[in-house]
């Protein structure tokens, strides 16, 4: 299986801690949080890692190298330009397998990603599944996934007032086809979210994958703090 980290971002929400180092580099509980989530990956046997680099990319390549070290196969794809976690994923076609998982670079959820990846074999006409959590009390960020009866997504909505089917909130993991890549537009800036969502979603091609484990991540200042907690007991 092969596990794709979108690890581009700027990580402007953390402020002076991203000024020198990419936000996946950024110290958790005494090593870089990117370590947290290649030990995961490893532990699950998932040993075929693909990085999308981006802003301070080399920091990542360097320190991780071909991954040999962490006994992992490490290959990169950086964007000379920010791309968005879309195009990001679709300038690196070439080294995609036929079905993956993806995973961002500031996000933990420690989930079997073989039944991710199960689910998507047992559905030929879909591209893609998304995980979702079904429980918000733990977390701060509002509902925006909402399933029909077969858990297709039949709606994001990240950034509308609440309403009563969004269910669920989208939690950073994700499993697709190589041809997800169809729906990322050529020549600009693409994101997962608000550009291939919504293709897969009105062609009824987007699962989900649900969850009550609580997602983690460390966009905040505040959010990386509890992930510190979590990992220091």
């Known amino acids: 299986m092969q596990a794709v980290i979108l690890a581009g971002g700027l990580g402007t929400r953390l402020g002076d801690l991203t000024k020198q180092v990419p936000k996946p580099m950024v110290r958790v509980a005494g090593k870089p949080y990117l370590e947290h989530q290649l030990a995961e990956l490893r532990r699950q046997g998932l040993t075929d890692i693909l990085v999308l680099t981006g802003y301070l990319g080399n920091q990542i390549e360097s320190h991780f190298k071909d991954g040999s070290q962490f006994e992992l196969s490490i290959r990169y794809s950086r964007e000379v330009t920010p791309q968005g976690t879309g195009g990001a994923l679709r300038d690196a076609t070439l080294l995609l397998a036929d079905e993956f998982v993806v995973i961002y670079g500031d996000s933990y959820l420690p989930i079997d990603y073989a039944a991710v990846l199960a689910r998507l074999a047992d559905h030929p006409a879909a ?13 701060t960020v509002q509902n925006n996934i ?16 609440q309403t009563p089917d969004l269910r669920y909130v989208e939690s950073g993991v994700l499993a697709f086809r190589r041809e997800v890549v169809d729906f990322l537009p050529t020549g600009r800036p693409v994101s ?41 007991s």
């Open 192 to 232: 997962l979210e608000k550009d291939a969502f919504p293709a897969l979603i009105k062609l009824r091609r987007l699962l989900g994958f649900v969850t009550r484990q609580r997602f983690y991540d460390i966009g905040t200042p505040d959010r990386l703090a509890a992930i510190e907690r979590l990992f220091a």
């Open 127 to 139: 591209v893609g599944v998304a995980v979702v959590y079904d429980n918000t009390e733990s977390t």
């Open 146 to 161: 909402a399933l029909d009866d077969s858990h297709y997504v039949t709606r994001y909505a990240k950034e509308t007032p």
